[in-house]
């Protein structure tokens, strides 16, 4: 069966103190893994999306690598304006989403 | 620019009352889908639309309906609201493939709604 498990679940950082969130998955027939962020009360908000194992991707002080069977989201330094749930999905080979639970990330300053 | 509009953002219901959840996209997508988020679980699919004049069941339909109206609207029927659909809904959109890759799809707001 299909799945994407994100671990921690919550995840309290002091600003400055870098981390990495992890997505690890099993499908059959990758067909893209993408990550998004979720502020309280809103919509999942799209950061990245990767393809192939190697592959990695960065916006400010995100960086996203992937694996053949997990994906990091890395936060260099983070502010305190990072704080958001990070929620990542695959893509199977019938095209379809697949969503982790996602990772409730605290930055204190 | 506005993206992807739910009306309304909250409601509550009683037990066996229905409601029309409604959904707009301004980005001419092909693709639109229904989404509900409980707390501790993933964004799990409830129906979606590949297409204008098309819909498919997700992984929980059971006790929803939907219509596609036209390519921007896409619209989510409870036809007798039970408490086990206190939930968030979102709907978002997709616009198809770019350049060979799978574009993202786009969230609207969420509409939180109770069953009582």
């Known amino acids: 069966e299909d799945q994407v498990t994100q671990s921690p679940e919550a995840l309290r950082l002091q600003e400055g103190e870098s981390s990495s969130l992890n997505c690890s998955y099993t499908v059959s027939g990758l067909r893209g893994l993408f990550w998004y962020r979720q502020d309280p009360g809103k919509g999942p908000e799209f950061l990245f999306t990767?393809?192939?194992?190697?592959e990695e991707k960065e916006k400010e002080r995100l960086k996203a690598t992937l694996t053949k069977k997990e994906s990091f989201l890395h936060i260099t330094a983070p502010k305190p304006e990072d704080s958001a749930t990070y929620l990542c999905?695959?893509?199977?080979?019938?095209?379809?989403?697949?969503w982790g639970a996602g990772t409730k990330l605290i930055i204190k300053p | 620019n506005a993206g992807v509009t739910q009306t309304p953002k909250f409601q509550v219901l009683k037990t066996g009352q229905s409601m029309t959840l409604q959904c707009a996209q301004d980005m001419n997508h092909n693709s639109m889908y229904w989404y509900r988020q409980d707390p501790g679980m993933g964004l799990r699919l409830i129906y979606y639309?590949?297409?204008?004049?098309?819909?498919d069941k997700g992984e929980v339909p059971n006790g929803y309906n939907v219509s596609r109206l036209n390519k921007r609207e896409f619209s989510l029927r409870l036809e007798s609201a039970a408490p086990s659909q206190t939930s968030v809904y979102f709907c978002a959109s997709r616009g198809g493939w770019t350049g060979g890759e799978s574009t993202e799809a786009f969230f609207g707001q969420g509409t939180r709604l109770t069953v009582v």
């Open positions: 990767l393809y192939s194992a190697g």
């Open positions: 639309s590949a297409s204008e004049g098309t819909t």
């Open positions: 999905a695959v893509r199977d080979s019938n095209y379809q989403l697949i």
